[in-house]
């Protein structure tokens, strides 16, 4: 079993639909929980990360963590085409950081 | 500020063929990370570089060998090349370990490897 699962998608939605992403992890010893972002032919980049069960805004994007339930999701608002991307859930614990295997998304204007 | 870059992009080799390929980290960041990324299996962790050191390691096979110079950058080998290697490599740098959500990995753009 991966320590980190995500549904693997691909997802394709309408422009301002909310898109919704979701990944499980194993070890409940993660810390930390991060989000990235991957356009086509180029390199993941952190949309933004968080370590406590909750919420936490940026703008459209909304990372989730249920601690209790090991799951972890991004929520985007408002989406738009510039939003189509491959994303990818990364958790951090004792010094490893382990992904998930990328949910790619595409918005149609 | 330059970006990390990754060469060569794209490359072809065939089966039992060896390819090193090269990461320039960003200026003044000391640990260079390796990835393999594939539909199957994502982003998987190869090794990281620091002050010339590996520090980290990944499930990979002896195959699979880097190293890193006095000016970080870094270079990747993979040798006997197999079908199942044909993957995108991409490079990571840090100012520091990157296993510390403090020390924010940037991405290179990958090198597109396809094994005949």
């Known amino acids: 079993q991966k320590e980190v699962e995500q549904d693997p998608g691909p997802l394709s939605v309408p422009e301002g639909a909310i898109v919704s992403l979701n990944c499980t992890y194993s070890n409940s010893a993660f810390q930390y929980f991060m989000w990235y972002r991957q356009y086509s032919r180029k390199g993941p980049e952190l949309l933004m990360y968080t370590y406590s069960s909750g919420n936490k805004e940026d703008g459209r994007f909304t990372a989730q963590v249920d601690k209790s339930s090991k799951y972890i999701s991004l929520f985007i608002r408002d989406s738009q085409p510039s939003d189509s991307a491959t994303y990818l859930c990364?958790?951090?614990?004792?010094?490893?950081?382990?992904f998930g295997a990328g949910t790619t998304v595409t918005v149609r204007a | 500020k330059a970006g990390v870059t990754q060469t060569p992009r794209y490359l072809i080799k065939t089966r039992g063929q060896q390819v090193t390929l090269s990461c320039s980290p960003i200026?003044?960041?000391?640990?260079v990370s390796w990835y393999q990324q594939t539909p199957g299996q994502g982003l998987q962790f190869l090794f990281e570089y620091f002050s010339e050191t590996q520090r980290n390691k990944g499930n990979f096979p002896g195959r699979f060998s880097g190293r890193q110079f006095s000016n970080s950058r870094s270079e990747m080998n993979v040798s006997t090349l197999e079908l199942g290697d044909s993957a995108l490599y991409l490079c990571?740098?840090?100012?520091?370990?990157?296993?510390?959500?403090?020390?924010?990995?940037?991405f290179g753009p990958g090198t597109r490897l396809t094994v005949l």
């Open positions: 990571a740098s840090s100012l520091g370990l990157r296993d510390w959500v403090g020390n924010e990995q940037f």
């Open positions: 990364a958790i951090l614990s004792d010094y490893k950081l382990s």
């Open positions: 200026s003044g960041h000391r640990s």
